[in-house]
């Protein structure tokens, strides 16, 4: 009975371990660069979420809405129309603007920003010939991944106008 490897038994032990660190470091790679990149984009989303609530919560306490270009014809602006103000939700470039303008000289101005880098959100006011009005909001995050683009966590939400349980949040 021996008490020990032969050199040749370590050798082949050693190239074995070899071939599969080379085999996982791709896996580890792929790991190690997209943990941080989704994590990044998680946060990015509940920024994303937290501005879909508030324009539910606008809409749901809107007497009407509309939708129209800003004034370079670019950037989409939703107008909801209430009593004493408008709220204008202006959708940029990473950057989703709230903007609340008094009708009376009371009244106060407020502005809010969501910075979404990654964040893409589009809206189309749907009508009815009753009068009912819907929002429909149309969210992803757009990640880009050697030259081409991809949409992740895409969602759609659908608020309507004069909805008392969208309002109340």
Not at 33 to 56: G, H, M, Y
Not at 120 to 135: F, P
Request: glycine share 6%.
């Amino acid at each position: 009975m021996r008490k020990g490897y032969l050199l040749i038994e370590m050798i082949v032990v050693m190239a074995i371990i070899t071939m599969l660190m080379v085999s996982m470091d791709r896996f580890f790679m792929v790991f190690a660069r997209e943990l941080p990149k989704d994590s990044r984009l998680l946060q990015e989303n509940i920024v994303l979420l937290d501005a879909v609530s508030r324009i539910r919560a606008d809409v749901a306490s809107a007497d009407t809405v509309s939708q129209k270009p800003d004034s370079g014809g670019e950037t989409p602006l939703l107008v909801i129309h209430r009593p004493d103000y408008e709220i204008y939700y202006e959708f940029g470039k990473g950057q989703i603007i709230r903007r609340q303008v008094g009708l009376t000289k009371a009244a106060t101005h407020q502005e809010i920003k969501w910075s979404l880098p990654h964040g893409k959100i589009e809206t189309r006011v749907l009508n009815s010939k009753g009068g009912a009005c819907a929002v429909e909001i149309i969210t992803c995050i757009e990640d880009y991944d050697f030259s081409h683009r991809r949409q992740k966590l895409a969602n759609n939400y659908l608020a309507f106008t004069g909805s008392p349980w969208e309002a109340g949040k």
